[in-house]
């Protein structure tokens, strides 16, 4: 079982940038497929991001060039840094492991306005 725990959202203007960061337990997580999700108010969950074990990484074309997907091994933490945040990047923001199975965090609220 692995437990995510999500942390770093907030309100912030536009322009504005935020870290979101992703508490993962377990002694295997350099293992796990780490990836950020939204769920915007009346809309699907959608993948913001993703990290793999070799470190690759996967931006859906609405963040590429704003947010960067990292993670710590020795910390057992991913992290989302999203930058230039806009008004349409409001949304619940969770965190997902894959290994064998998917995980997921409940969620840290991102709101971008003015």
């Known amino acids: 079982q692995v437990q995510l725990v999500e942390s770093g959202g907030g309100l912030v203007q536009p322009g504005e940038s935020l870290r979101l960061s992703c508490q993962a337990s377990?002694?295997?997580?350099?293992?796990?497929?780490m990836g950020w999700y939204r769920q915007a108010p009346g809309k699907e969950r959608e993948l913001v991001a993703r990290?793999?074990?070799?470190?690759?990484?996967y931006y859906a074309d609405f963040v590429k060039g704003r947010f960067t997907i990292s993670r710590d091994n020795a910390k057992n933490t991913a992290y989302l840094q999203m930058n230039r945040l806009q008004p349409e990047d409001t949304a619940v923001y969770y965190c997902n492991a894959e290994y064998i199975r998917d995980y997921w965090g409940k969620g840290t609220l991102v709101t971008v306005s003015s």
């Open positions: 377990g002694s295997i997580f350099s293992r796990y497929v």
């Open positions: 990290i793999y074990s070799s470190e690759n990484t």
